[in-house]
């Protein structure tokens, strides 16, 4: 399937699929492959995407079940671009602390110059909130995430972004994060795999 595309994009940790979905309706000539470690959330979204054309069906989407911890699996080096928006559990703090082992994982994705995309939050309880990027601090640790993503194999920027910026992102859980709680603060990295 993935011949007859000219790129392929992956939305890791996908949850209710809505972003990958709505990317492929935009880009009919990409193969858009939502994954999440869970497959509750997946089987909407899959139904959606194997329908007939004339009711929203997409032939260039589908969806899997691959955790962070089984990846890349399969999808070993097919990459084109790859998005993890807002992600809870083990891939949150894959990208967030960032773990060394995480991001190697996601790296094994990637084709050489495959673009990323990743957007996290944390709020005030968080332990993620000691590692992430507090005011005064904030210089400090993203010049200590840029380098935990070089040694991965990503070529990244990261700054703190506004709880608007992440509700205009079209997934499902960026306008309840956004919105629901006005103390969680959230961090955007962008960039490529080298």
Same mark, same amino acid.
Not at 129 to 153: F, H, I, K, T, W
């Given at each position: 399937? /993935?011949?007859? *595309?000219?790129? +392929? *994009?992956?939305?890791? $940790?996908? #949850?209710?699929?809505?972003?990958?979905?709505?990317? %492929?309706?935009?880009?009919?000539?990409?193969?858009?492959? !939502?994954?999440?470690?869970?497959? =509750?959330?997946?089987?909407?979204?899959?139904?959606? %995407?194997? !329908?007939?054309?004339?009711?929203? $069906?997409?032939?260039?989407?589908?969806?899997?079940?691959?955790?962070? =911890?089984? %990846?890349?699996? =399969?999808?070993?080096?097919?990459?084109?671009?790859?998005? +993890?928006?807002?992600?809870? !559990?083990?891939?949150?703090?894959?990208? /967030?602390?960032? =773990?060394?082992?995480?991001?190697?994982?996601?790296? #094994?994705?990637?084709?050489?110059?495959?673009?990323?995309?990743?957007?996290? #939050?944390? $709020?005030?309880?968080?332990?993620?909130? +000691?590692?992430?990027?507090?005011?005064? &601090?904030?210089?400090?640790?993203? /010049? @200590?995430?840029? &380098? @935990?993503?070089?040694? %991965? #194999?990503?070529?990244?920027?990261?700054?703190?972004?506004?709880?608007?910026?992440? !509700?205009?992102?079209?997934?499902?859980?960026?306008?309840?994060?956004?919105?629901?709680?006005?103390?969680?603060?959230?961090?955007?990295?962008? $960039? +490529?795999?080298?």
């Amino acid at each position: 399937m /993935a011949a007859r *595309h000219a790129a +392929v *994009h992956l939305d890791f $940790g996908t #949850g209710d699929g809505a972003f990958a979905l709505r990317r %492929a309706r935009s880009e009919p000539s990409t193969l858009v492959i !939502g994954v999440d470690a869970s497959a =509750e959330g997946l089987r909407e979204p899959s139904r959606r %995407a194997a !329908g007939k054309p004339a009711r929203g $069906g997409l032939a260039n989407a589908m969806f899997g079940v691959l955790p962070l =911890e089984r %990846a890349p699996g =399969e999808l070993l080096g097919l990459v084109d671009s790859l998005t +993890v928006l807002l992600p809870w !559990g083990s891939l949150l703090r894959a990208v /967030a602390l960032p =773990e060394a082992e995480g991001l190697a994982r996601l790296r #094994g994705l990637c084709k050489p110059g495959a673009s990323l995309q990743v957007v996290f #939050g944390y $709020g005030p309880g968080d332990p993620l909130a +000691v590692q992430a990027l507090p005011g005064s &601090q904030a210089e400090a640790r993203a /010049a @200590a995430l840029v &380098q @935990a993503y070089a040694r %991965a #194999g990503f070529t990244v920027t990261a700054r703190a972004t506004s709880r608007e910026e992440v !509700g205009e992102l079209p997934t499902t859980w960026a306008k309840k994060l956004a919105y629901s709680n006005r103390e969680r603060e959230f961090v955007a990295l962008t $960039g +490529v795999a080298r």
